[in-house]
T-cell receptor, first 113, second 111 residues
Framework: DSGVTQTPKHLITATGQRVTLRCSPR?????VYWYQQSLDQGLQFLIQ???????AKGNILERFSAQQFPDLHSELNLSSLELGDSALYFC????????????FGQGTRLTVV | DAKTTQPPSMDCAEGRAANLPCNHS???????VYWYRQIHSQGPQYIIH???NNETNEMASLIITEDRKSSTLILPHATLRDTAVYYC????????????FGTGTRLQVTL
């Protein structure tokens, strides 16, 4: 158990819909990262927040957005969903802004039908 | 970040040492070598990292060649639970936001 909690574990939704994925980082960790893992793309970094502020952006689509709240939990919002958005979405956390030892949650498996 | 090359798959008998190679011939002086693993669609798990010297922790040992162009992750006594995809990453930014997970090595530990 990494200490990072993601909910829900599984999500099935229709194209065009909007979903919210939630992540609670390890106690004391200020950075939260979101990654997407699809069959054809591998594990790709989406976005990082540190203590409530956006710190780095990767290959995140404009239809996707995220935020980190004062209690440090984070949410990833995916809208206008397409079939190709079906993937595993992982959240990771680390103590500071610059830590490569990140602790990953168990992921949310999103299926868009 | 330097590109890393790993064999796509390896087998290892349970109880034996698993030696997973990684080539990073273009690594620069400030880039660390990190190893993560992913057990069947679970979240990736940090294993170990190093810059120049060999490193050991409770999970594994990391041997980096003197020229730093390659490294080997050693699981000293592999168990069935070590069956996973192992990722070797060269990174100089010191942040998990820059981790680039390639295709890794799928290690199959067998009885």
């Amino acid at each position: 158990d990494s200490g990072v909690t993601q909910t829900p574990k599984h999500l099935i939704t229709a194209t065009g819909q909007r979903v919210t994925l939630r992540c609670s980082p390890r106690s004391g960790d200020l950075s939260v990262y979101w990654y997407q893992q699809s069959l054809d793309q591998g594990l790709q970094f989406l976005i990082q927040y540190y203590n409530g502020e956006e710190r780095a952006k990767g290959n995140i689509l404009e239809r996707f957005s995220a935020q980190q709240f004062p209690d440090l939990h984070s949410e990833l919002n995916l809208s206008s969903l397409e079939l190709g958005d079906s993937a595993l979405y992982f959240c990771a956390s680390s103590v500071g802004q610059m830590n490569t030892e990140a602790f990953f949650g168990q992921g949310t498996r999103l299926t868009v039908v | 970040d330097a590109k890393t090359t790993q064999p796509p798959s390896m087998d290892c008998a349970e109880g034996r040492a698993a030696n997973l190679p990684c080539n990073h011939s273009t690594i620069s002086g400030n880039e660390y070598v990190y190893w993560y693993r992913q057990i069947h669609s679970q979240g990736p798990q940090y294993i170990i990292h190093g810059l120049k010297n060999n490193e050991t922790n409770e999970m594994a040992s990391l041997i980096i060649t003197e020229d730093r162009k390659s490294s080997t992750l050693i699981l000293p006594h592999a168990t069935l639970r070590d069956t996973a995809v192992y990722y070797c990453i060269a990174d100089g930014t010191g942040t998990a936001s820059k981790l680039t997970f390639g295709t890794g090595t799928r290690l199959q530990v067998t009885l």
